[in-house]
């Protein structure tokens, strides 16, 4: 049996705390802890990028880091995407341009779509498709995907 820890960490902007055994990886911690289903398990080896969140800024398949790992650092899901009953227009391009089907792959797709267009708000074609590559969608094809990140990295401009 594996001991427990207490973590403190900031989830999309909040505080919280939140006990778990040391092996327990941050996805479960997330999901069963904190009460943040947007965070999906897909394959639950980091193939698959169902589980994408950002720590410190950075993406990270879930799957892969263990949840005590999440102390003293900021986690970002996709629940802390939308500002109250406001999507983020990423969420409301995926909506426009059908980008979405049957959810599990999406709230990884927002969120590595949103790192990318912290990080460049101007990516070319390529540059979308580069780093969604992480991502993995068995429903849509990519080409709604890339076409809706494509508007709302446009919008996103225009309202900077």
């Known amino acids: ?65 263990l949840g005590v790992e999440a102390d003293g650092r900021e986690i970002g899901t996709v629940e802390g995407m939308a500002d109250g009953d406001q999507l983020h227009p990423l969420q409301q391009k995926f909506i426009e341009h059908a980008a979405l089907q049957c959810g599990i792959c999406t709230p990884g797709f927002l969120v590595a779509a949103k790192a990318l267009l912290d990080e460049n708000p101007k990516p070319t074609e390529t540059e979308i498709r580069y780093a969604l590559a992480g991502n993995l969608c068995r429903c849509t094809g990519y080409d709604k995907i890339v076409r809706a990140v494509q508007a709302a990295a446009k919008d996103m401009r225009k309202k900077r």
């Open 1 to 65: 049996m594996s001991k427990a820890a207490l973590v403190s960490t900031k989830v999309n902007g909040d505080a919280v705390q939140f006990a778990c055994p040391t092996d327990e990886v941050l996805l479960d911690s997330l999901r069963d802890r904190v009460g943040l289903t947007g965070v999906k398990e897909g394959c639950g080896t980091g193939d698959c990028g169902a589980c994408s969140i950002t720590l410190d800024g950075q993406l990270v398949c879930s799957c892969l880091v």
